[in-house]
């Protein structure tokens, strides 16, 4: 009979025990598979965290380089302005040169008047006939004067009023030039009003649309790193809960021999690997060569329209098309001019089928012949400041640049 209990006993205690390790197995497998979830967590956090610190970086680059288009937006504002003052300026100057005209045709009318009635005058005092054919028979009023002449009868102070007519005529007609000079440069003042109009509106979008998608990027990363925070705190709560629940089990489990067994338990720590900062650099460029000069100005430069003439603009990267190609000359010692106009005569014409790197090419834009300026770097492509980009390389068969393109290139050197 005790045997039989003693056997009982065992069996139940053997159970048990069998049940306890059982579980405690289970447990253990279960924080394994917790710390592998949460190492795994922990390493796309780092990850994200690293992405929103870029994309910080990003956004500092970014507000920079906003600053520096806010700056050409003030000028280019700056620069419309003056440019509708002149207008204005012209369109006065204009009215009253249209002013000046009329009166100088109400004198030639009201002096023709008088030359008829002495002519009239002259007639029916016995003058001869000749002179009133002269009147009537001219077509104009300038055909008059040159029938006019040819009569040796009229008196001294006609022929002084006929040579007054032809002055006030030939100053009419030299007004009248000067109007319409006036107005041609008040269109091309308009078209430029209205390039720097666009590059305003071209360049404020960018930005804008830039920002936006920093920011949409920034909010989408941090709204990653919220549920991987929360998925981590939730396995952190299980994983907190299983180990009480084993702590329990072990402190109710009845002891197999007198001696007691300890259990130690191991913790395996997962380091959080290290985001290594990285810092964006603008290449220096040479300042040797007119060609590699302006490396250090792409994706760091805007466009402004007057811009690369002072050391302001060229310390802060702002710079117009025919600005960069004359500053970028002057890094390799030649002096060439800072507009178009100017570019487009200096060195010697070449063919495009002869262009090396270098060499200066033109492109018709915005209505105007030679409206852009490059300076070609070989491989089909060209470094220049363009309105929507700043300074920035292009490939010549770009379909905008190579319809503007008309085959005008010049050799400096």
Not at 16 to 26: G, K, Q, V
Not at 92 to 119: G, H, N, S, T
Not at 311 to 335: K, L, M, N, P, T
Not at 342 to 363: A, E, M, R, W
């Amino acid at each position: 009979m005790k045997k039989t209990i003693v056997t009982m006993s065992t069996v139940a205690v053997v159970g048990l025990t069998s049940a306890f390790f059982a579980e405690t197995a289970h447990a253990e497998k279960t924080v394994s598979q917790i710390h592998d979830e949460r190492s795994e967590i922990k390493v796309n956090l780092s990850n994200a965290e690293a992405k929103i610190a870029q994309v910080l970086l990003d956004l500092e680059d970014l507000n920079k380089k906003i600053a520096r288009v806010d700056g050409a937006l003030a000028e280019n504002k700056k620069q419309v302005k003056e440019t509708e003052d002149k207008i204005k300026d012209t369109k006065q100057k204009v009215d009253e040169l249209e002013e000046e005209i009329a009166v100088l045709e109400d004198k030639i009318e009201e002096r023709f008047e008088i030359m008829k009635e002495r002519i009239v005058a002259y007639q029916k005092n016995g003058g001869d006939v000749q002179y009133l054919e002269v009147l009537f028979g001219s077509k104009s009023f300038g055909d008059f004067i040159s029938r006019s002449s040819a009569v040796s009868k009229i008196s001294d102070a006609d022929a002084d009023l006929m040579k007054q007519q032809e002055a006030d005529k030939k100053a009419v007609e030299k007004k009248q030039a000067a109007v319409e000079e006036k107005l041609d440069e008040l269109n091309d003042m308009k078209a430029e009003q209205e390039a720097i109009q666009d590059t305003i509106l071209e360049q404020k979008e960018q930005n804008e649309a830039a920002k936006q998608e920093l920011k949409d990027k920034e909010a989408q990363l941090k709204e990653m790193k919220a549920n991987l925070e929360g998925k981590d705190s939730n396995l952190a709560a299980l994983e907190a809960d299983i180990r009480s629940s084993m702590e329990a089990a072990n402190n109710d489990t009845p002891s197999v021999s007198g001696e007691s067994n300890g259990s130690s338990s191991s913790h395996s720590t997962t380091s959080k690997p290290s985001v290594k900062a990285t810092t964006a650099t603008v290449p220096s460029g040479s300042t040797g060569s007119a060609i590699t000069a302006g490396n250090k100005y792409i994706g760091n430069s805007v466009y402004v329209w007057g811009g690369g003439r002072s050391a302001y603009d060229v310390q802060h990267g702002r710079f117009d098309c025919s600005g960069f190609v004359s500053w970028a000359y002057r890094q390799e010692g030649i002096s060439l001019p800072a507009s178009t106009a100017g570019l487009s005569g200096v060195g010697s014409k070449v063919s495009y089928s002869n262009i090396q790197p270098g060499d200066l090419v033109f492109f018709d834009t915005d209505g105007r012949k030679n409206g852009h300026v490059g300076i070609y770097i070989g491989g089909g492509q060209f470094i220049g400041s363009q309105s929507s980009t700043g300074v920035a390389k292009v490939s010549m068969s770009n379909p905008y640049w190579s319809k503007a393109f008309k085959g005008h290139v010049r050799r400096v050197k």
